[in-house]
T-cell receptor, first 116, second 114 residues
Framework: DQQVKQNSPSLSVQEGRISILNCDYTNSMFDYFLWYKKYPAEGPTFLISISSIKDKNEDGRFTVFLNKSAKHLSLHIVPSQPGDSAVYFC???????????????FGTGTRLLVSP | DAGVTQSPTHLIKTRGQQVTLRCSPK?????VSWYQQALGQGPQFIFQYYEEEERQRGNFPDRFSGHQFPNYSSELNVNALLLGDSALYLCASSLGFGSNQPQHFGDGTRLSIL
C-alpha cells in the first residue's frame, strides 16, 4: 500500500529552466509534507516543508505547492542548476492514533538531471 | 554544529549473524528514528525512540530491535540476518516527540548480507 507516490522515476531539465517534481498521496490524515534531496553515498538532506494549513511555501529557488483537494504536492526549482541533480524524495507525516507520534512516509523518489 | 553521524559506514555479514548499527543525533535533538532503504525505494520507517523508549514501530519483525541512551544516541540491532536485510540503514533525528519538525538524516550504514 503505497500511500505516497512519485510517478516519475526521472526528469531531465536544462540549466536555467524550471524543474517540477510531483507527488501524490492517498491518506487524508497526512498534515505535513516535506521534500528531501539525496546525493549518492549521502543521506537525504531536508529541503523544504509545508503544513496542510498552507498551499504554498517558498525558500529561495525552491517552492512547494500543496493541493489538498487533489492530494497532490509539487516542488518547483527555478532556475535549475547542474548541482541540483540528485534524487528527490517526497515525504508525508501525520498523527496516527492518540500517541502523538508523527510518522514519515516516503515516496520512491524522482531522479533529476540538470544538464548545462 | 555536528549533524547526524552513523557508524559504521559499510558492513558485510553472513546469514544468521547479528549486527549493531550506531547513531548520534544532531546536537540538540532528542528523538531518533531508524529507516531501511532498499535499492530503488524510498526509506521505510522501522521505529522511533524518545526518552529512551520505543514510541512507534513500523512493519518490521521482532528481529529488529533498538535502544536509546541517556545522551540521545541510539543503536539498531538486527538478529538472525536474512539476505533481504541487505539495505541502506538510515538514522534520523529531530527535536521534540510528535512535533512537526523536519527529521535530519545521517549518511547511513550500507549493510550487505552474503
Amino acid at each position: 500500500d503505497q500511500q505516497v507516490k512519485q510517478n516519475s522515476p526521472s526528469l531531465s531539465v536544462q540549466e536555467g529552466r524550471i524543474s517540477i517534481l510531483n507527488c501524490d498521496y492517498t491518506n487524508s490524515m497526512f498534515d505535513y509534507f516535506l521534500w528531501y534531496k539525496k546525493y549518492p553515498a549521502e543521506g537525504p538532506t531536508f529541503l523544504i516543508s509545508i503544513s496542510s494549513i498552507k498551499d504554498k511555501n517558498e525558500d529561495g529557488r525552491f517552492t512547494v505547492f500543496l493541493n489538498k483537494s487533489a492530494k497532490h504536492l509539487s516542488l518547483h526549482i527555478v532556475p535549475s542548476q547542474p548541482g541540483d541533480s540528485a534524487v528527490y524524495f517526497c515525504a508525508a507525516s501525520g498523527r496516527f492514533g492518540n500517541t502523538g507520534f508523527q510518522k514519515l512516509v516516503f515516496g520512491t523518489g524522482t531522479r533529476l538531471l540538470v544538464s548545462p | 554544529d555536528a549533524g547526524v553521524t552513523q557508524s559504521p559506514t559499510h558492513l558485510i555479514k553472513t546469514r544468521g549473524q547479528q549486527v549493531t548499527l550506531r547513531c548520534s543525533p544532531k546536537s540538540g535533538h532528542d528523538t531518533v528514528s531508524w529507516y531501511q532503504q532498499a535499492l530503488g525505494q524510498g526509506p521505510q520507517f522501522i521505529f522511533q525512540y524518545y526518552e529512551e523508549e520505543e514510541r512507534q514501530r513500523g512493519n518490521f519483525p521482532d528481529r529488529f530491535s533498538g535502544h536509546q541512551f541517556p545522551n540521545y544516541s541510539s543503536e539498531l540491532n538486527v538478529n538472525a540476518l536474512l539476505l533481504g536485510d541487505s539495505a541502506l540503514y538510515l538514522c534520523a533525528s529531530s527535536l521534540g516527540f510528535g512535533s512537526n519538525q523536519p527529521q535530519h538524516f545521517g549518511d547511513g550504514t550500507r549493510l550487505s548480507i552474503l
